[in-house]
């Protein structure tokens, strides 16, 4: 029930694309609708919260441009898990039982998501046979089979039950857009994010800012280097929160914030002796902080050197908390992110798309090519550009840019930080001799985020990487002499393995 977004690299320099697959809000669910409920800000839960899921559309959209197998094969193993069951991991089983009142406040999520009545722990099995059915209408029937029929009843059963305004027409009509990623440059590289509605013209914005400082003469993890890192955070979010919306509703200058003019103005706000707390906005327009833990990331790179850079999510833990009966999943609560105050270009429209934080990342330079991505809310955008200089800048390679120490600001004004214990206590130090008001959080926690990412160097060495805030790993595909001793995928019965 979530949305999707991913960069696509083809092989051999055949190309960059972008994919838009993040669902619009019902025609029906206007500012005016939830003021006659007694709503003044976007609910964060419920059925209102709910925007069309866009993933089943994106993972088709990229199947009939880029694949090679079909659903039944794709989707197979997904089939055979949801069927059979798969074990709990700690991360996962730590969320879920976070989750438990929520879950339990709607009887078809407690019914799908837990069993015995309980969140399942750490080891244990869990099966999901609703979903394994749901996945199966999508084998038969590819979109129609999650956009019509059944599913597509559930959801809109779901509407009717509950008081939602989307109908059959806001799920038929909906369709994923392909898009022309952003690029800046960084230090020779070229980084690449999806436009607008996306958080990753943050991203770029901020490495815009730091491009104008030697964070190499500076020194890893030194506290001039994440001074200057953390004060263009603030600028690069501002400018984000000011302008992005859904850009088919809002023009949004994206040539003119990318521009290194625009950096080298200001960049000028950036006082290399203290900090500042008064960065505008003043207010986030009444969108809420986004700590989303429902949110996958992979990238993967291919034996000819073409990458995907991937990340779908419900957005906030067991999304919107509502399950449609008999489909195994839980609908996303992006509409959350939407404001109501007037005339701002993410204010909540019919068919419009919510300002997001989910982004995939890409980068390369002479011939290397890096897909890239860390999850978690609004620390998405600050910790791809870190990212990014601990490689460019620091000579780090992805597994060691993943696991560095990092900081995070889940608020767009004031001074206060969040920074990893993993930094120096040295560094932490002189930040607040410069008004940073630092909090230190223990090291590998979900507060950082958690990233994964794949390397094609210029001589066609692949490698993978995955960070151990999370459960995650980095798995190379055996290569074909060993198919036969590794064996074939589970067959799934009714679902036919070429």
């Not at 990458?307 to 489909?327: C, D, K, M, R, W």
């Not at 800048?393 to 696991?403: P, T, V, Y």
């Not at 958690?450 to 595909?477: C, L």
Request: charged fraction near 20%.
């Amino acid at each position: 029930g979530s949305d999707l977004f991913a960069i696509i690299s083809e092989p051999g320099g055949g190309g960059l694309h972008g994919l838009n697959a993040s669902g619009w809000a019902p025609a029906g669910l206007t500012a005016e609708v939830l003021r006659r409920e007694g709503l003044e800000v976007m609910p964060q839960r419920g059925i209102h919260s709910v925007t069309v899921p866009g993933i089943v559309a994106g993972w088709e959209a990229m199947r009939r441009r880029f694949g090679r197998l079909p659903f039944d094969e794709t989707l197979a193993p997904a089939i055979f898990y949801a069927e059979h069951g798969f074990p709990i991991t700690e991360t996962v089983a730590h969320w879920w039982q976070r989750a438990e009142k929520g879950l339990s406040a709607h009887p078809s999520a407690a019914r799908t998501f837990l069993p015995g009545g309980r969140a399942p722990r750490t080891g244990e099995l869990f099966r999901n046979p609703d979903l394994a059915g749901t996945l199966r209408r999508i084998v038969a029937d590819g979109r129609d089979g999650y956009y019509r029929g059944h599913t597509a009843d559930a959801i809109l059963a779901l509407m009717r039950e509950t008081g939602g305004t989307m109908t059959a027409d806001d799920l038929t009509e909906f369709t994923p857009e392909w898009v022309t990623p952003m690029e800046t440059t960084y230090r020779g590289w070229r980084v690449a994010q999806l436009p607008p509605n996306g958080q990753g013209i943050a991203a770029l914005l901020m490495l815009n800012l730091m491009e104008r400082f030697p964070l190499d003469r500076y020194g890893f993890q030194s506290p001039e280097a994440l001074h200057v890192m953390i004060e263009a955070k603030k600028l690069a979010y501002a400018d984000m929160i000011a302008h992005v919306g859904d850009p088919r509703f809002t023009a949004i200058p994206v040539e003119g914030l990318l521009s290194k003019t625009h950096a080298a103005a200001r960049a000028q706000r950036i006082d290399p002796h203290a900090a500042r707390c008064d960065v505008e906005p003043s207010e986030l327009d009444r969108i809420t902080d986004a700590r989303g833990h429902d949110t996958i990331y992979l990238t993967v790179v291919d034996q000819h050197g073409g990458v995907v850079s991937l990340i779908q999510s419900n957005y906030s833990g067991f999304g919107s908390g509502l399950v449609p009966s008999g489909t195994g999943f839980m609908l996303q609560n992006r509409g959350a992110l939407f404001t109501l105050e007037p005339d701002h270009p993410n204010t909540l429209a019919p068919r419009k798309r919510p300002l997001h934080t989910i982004i995939p990342g890409f980068m390369e330079k002479e011939g290397t090519r890096i897909g890239f991505g860390i999850i978690g809310g609004w620390n998405q955008a600050q910790a791809h550009a870190q990212f990014v200089s601990s490689v460019a800048d620091h000579g780090l390679n992805i597994q060691q840019a993943l696991e560095a120490g990092r900081f995070t600001k889940a608020t767009f004004t004031g001074c206060d930080v969040q920074l990893e214990v993993l930094v120096p206590d040295a560094t932490r130090a002189l930040l607040e001799a410069l008004g940073h008001e630092i909090e230190v959080v223990a090291p590998r926690s979900g507060t950082f985020g958690w990233g994964q990412a794949v390397m094609s160097d210029a001589d066609g060495m692949h490698f993978g990487a995955s960070e151990p805030r999370h459960d995650g790993a980095a798995i190379p595909q055996a290569p074909p002499v060993f198919k036969d001793v590794r064996g074939p995928l589970p067959r799934v019965p009714g679902v036919v393995s070429r």
